[in-house]
């Protein structure tokens, strides 16, 4: 296993669509376990592939409490089916933009399909903090990042400013 280097904006490559993935071979069990092992190195609860540099519609999510057990979820191909009218609210960070954090508006529940790292085909209905966490996720595939939540200019004045942001050790959860 391993923990990689996260990449962090204005890297380009964040803002680029990921492709599916036709098999889960070894290679791609091995990202998974890397992209884990590199959530929990960070402190985050979910990391999209493309936020290590790969282009594959991968992501993992542990939205488990703190100090309890670790329930990793690994989700190939998601793609999200179904939305609840109700909508929840939360202020999100990401891994890929230090000290940011942007309250959002997500539909509160949803049901994703998936394929799990058996090669199966699955479906999971997700509540609140795992709809967030899944939707600002799969957001990530999309090379769709919170801050083009922000109009155009509060965008460009927080990129400039992270643009000139060094310290790329400090932790976002
Ligand atoms: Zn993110």
């Given at each position: 296993m391993a923990i990689k280097d996260i990449i962090t904006v204005?890297?380009?490559?964040?803002?680029k669509t990921s492709t599916q993935i036709e098999t889960v071979d070894n290679n791609i069990k091995t990202l998974a376990k890397d992209m884990l092992e590199t959530m929990y190195q960070h402190k985050g609860i979910g990391l999209a592939a493309v936020q290590i540099g790969i282009l594959k519609n991968l992501i993992v999510i542990d939205v488990s409490e703190k100090d309890k057990e670790k329930n990793p979820l690994v989700f190939i191909n998601p793609k999200i089916k179904r939305f609840s009218d109700e909508i929840s609210n939360y202020e999100e960070g990401c891994l890929s933009i230090p000290d940011t954090f942007i309250e959002i508006e997500r539909p509160k529940f949803c049901v994703v399909e998936y394929i799990g790292l058996d090669g199966k085909k699955k479906e999971m209905e997700c509540d609140g903090l795992l709809s967030t966490c899944l939707q600002h996720e799969c957001d990530h595939l999309e090379g769709?990042?919170?801050?083009?939540?922000?109009?155009k200019l509060k965008k460009e004045v927080l990129i400039k400013k992270l643009s000139k942001?060094?310290?790329?050790?400090r932790i976002v959860v």
């Open positions: 204005p890297n380009e490559i964040l803002k769709k990042l919170i801050i083009d939540f922000l109009s942001h060094k310290n790329s050790n």
